[in-house]
């Protein structure tokens, strides 16, 4: 095991909480530490965000999709009646950085209880909701936009969102077994219960890290990698700004070090914060 690694699970017992598998990339080199028995497959949680960004980058980079371009536009044929007017000022780039005017915590299905939504049609459900602002004004964090992400995705693609992956990241960075909490329409959530292997979600790292680029074969844009961190679409800048990272629920991570070119991934429940000894490391 690496220096680094060994580092990490250290500090993970010192930190405390339940840590399963850390995660290293250096160089290229992926290597895993088991802290804890569990299921091969965790909860990502909220860092499933990051792979819906990666499907609409797809989408972009094939000029499938504007990142200006207004949901209602996207959705014109699924519109119920008596919307909220301020849905006609809501874009995609708005919903990736939940200034789309749904309430904090809206549709967040691992807070609430679905059955009490009243419907089995998220989609209707959400374009039935009078938003708390007008989008792009100020922001509010929801799985509600994710999961409308979701269906962005599968409106452009004609694939729902986890089909539409399947052929152009996961398979082609040898993911293992996944699967995705999803409506009762069948389509992905989108903005949480994405369950994969620690060390898959580590290889979205590694893809960022390189540019869109993953052993030789271009998978994203170097463009689309960028705008992601300029934007801020869900890797936001951490560490002292010398990393870009997502965190989920109860203590999932994912971040890459451009600097270090190294990338970390963990799945914990409960797991305490690693960052600070991540941002005092020196490699020797």
């Not at 870009?244 to 914060?273: N, T």
Request: net charge negative; glycine share 10%; with cysteine.
């Amino acid at each position: 095991m690496s220096q680094y690694l060994n580092m990490l699970c250290a500090e993970a017992a010192r930190v405390g909480g339940t840590f399963y598998k850390i995660t290293e990339i250096h160089k290229g080199k992926i290597e895993t530490a088991t802290l804890s028995a569990g299921n091969a497959c965790q909860n990502s949680y909220s860092v499933a965000k990051s792979f819906v960004v990666t499907a609409i980058g797809m989408l972009y980079d094939q000029g499938m999709i504007d990142l200006d371009e207004r949901i209602v536009d996207i959705f014109a044929d699924e519109l119920p009646d008596g919307m909220d007017e301020k849905w006609q000022h809501m874009t995609v780039h708005h919903a990736m950085v939940h200034g789309c005017g749904f309430f904090e915590g809206y549709l967040d299905i691992d807070a609430i209880d679905a059955s009490t939504l009243g419907t089995d049609d998220y989609l209707t459900y959400l374009f039935k909701t009078k938003l708390n602002f007008v989008p792009g004004t100020k922001g509010a964090y929801s799985d509600a936009a994710y999961y409308l992400l979701s269906r962005v995705v599968s409106k452009k693609s004609g694939e729902k969102l986890d089909d539409f992956l399947w052929k152009r990241l996961f398979y082609p960075l040898g993911y293992r077994e996944m699967a995705w909490s999803k409506c009762p329409y069948g389509y992905p959530m989108g903005a949480t219960g994405l369950y994969i292997y620690t060390e898959d979600m580590a290889k979205l790292g590694e893809l960022y890290l390189r540019g869109g680029v993953w052993n030789g074969e271009r998978i994203l844009s170097e463009e689309w990698c960028d705008i992601t961190r300029r934007r801020g679409y869900e890797f936001h800048n951490i560490c002292s700004g010398k990393a870009y990272g997502k965190g989920g629920a109860f203590g999932q991570f994912l971040l890459y070090i451009p600097e270090q070119e190294r990338v970390v991934a963990w799945h914990s429940f409960g797991g305490g914060d690693l960052l600070p000894a991540i941002t005092l490391w020196k490699d020797e």
